[in-house]
C-alpha cells in the first residue's frame, strides 16, 4: 500500500471521542492505493448491481447522476492509523440503488469490485439503512482520481480500505467471499472502534 500526504497528531481533550483507539487526527487527506491509479472516462463508466454472478442492474455515468443525490458529513479512520473529521460527500445511498433497482439486499453478504481489479467484502447490514454511498463528490467537486473518481464507495464506519475507490458494482455473495486485503490478512469487518484491522483481531 502506498501512502501520502500524513501528517497526524493525538487531538486536544474534547475530540478523543470521536477517535477510535491507536488512530491519530489528520487535516490532510491523505493518499492510499494498493497499485497505480486507473484513468476511467465518463463516457466508459459503468456501476452494476449483481446477485451473485447474475446482472440485476447496471447504470452508465449520467443514468447514475439522475438517481436520488444525498450529502453525508462523516468521520473517516484509515488502518494506517490516520482519521480525519468531518469529511463532506455527496452521491447516491446504496438504498436508493437498491429502491432503483427494484430489490431488497438478495444477501447478507457483498463484495465491491473496482475498475483496477480490486475488491473488498462488506456485510450487507453496513451497506443499508443509511449507512453508505457510492459517493461521486468529495468537499462540492467531483473526486479526483487519486482519491477513487469518478466514483468511490463510502462506508464511513468502517476502516477505510472498506470504502472501494474507482468502484464498479456491488456483488452480493452466498456467502462472506474475501476480497484483496482480507486474502492478505486483513479483517473480514474492519471495525475501527473494536481495532479491527487484521485477522484475529
Not at 447516491?92 to 429502491?99: F, W
Not at 473496482?114 to 467531483?142: C, Q, W
Request: hydrophobic content about 35%.
Amino acid at each position: 500500500m502506498a501512502t501520502r500526504g500524513f501528517i497526524g497528531k493525538r487531538p486536544s481533550d474534547g475530540i478523543g471521542d470521536r477517535l477510535p483507539p491507536g488512530q491519530y487526527l489528520t487535516e490532510d487527506f491523505p493518499v492510499l492505493s494498493a497499485g497505480p491509479t486507473p484513468r476511467v472516462a465518463l463516457a466508459d463508466w459503468r456501476f452494476t448491481l449483481k446477485d451473485g454472478v447474475r446482472p440485476v442492474a447496471s447504470w452508465g455515468w449520467d443514468a447514475f447522476n439522475q438517481l436520488p443525490q444525498s450529502k453525508l458529513t462523516r468521520d473517516i479512520h484509515c488502518v494506517t492509523k490516520w482519521s480525519k473529521f468531518n469529511t463532506a460527500w455527496s452521491g447516491v445511498m446504496v438504498d436508493d440503488i437498491l429502491a432503483e433497482a427494484g430489490i431488497a439486499a438478495p444477501s447478507d453478504f457483498t463484495l465491491a469490485h473496482s475498475y483496477d481489479g480490486y475488491s473488498t467484502n462488506v456485510p450487507t447490514e453496513d451497506l443499508i439503512n443509511g449507512r453508505a454511498m457510492v459517493a461521486t463528490h468529495f468537499e462540492g467537486k467531483p473526486i479526483s482520481p487519486d482519491h477513487g473518481g469518478p466514483a468511490r464507495l463510502l462506508v464511513p464506519h468502517l476502516y477505510f480500505w472498506k470504502s472501494a475507490k474507482w468502484v464498479s458494482g456491488l456483488q452480493f455473495t452466498s456467502r462472506d467471499e474475501a476480497g484483496f486485503w482480507e486474502l492478505r490478512g486483513y479483517h473480514m469487518r474492519g471495525d475501527p472502534w473494536r481495532e479491527q484491522r487484521f485477522s484475529g483481531d
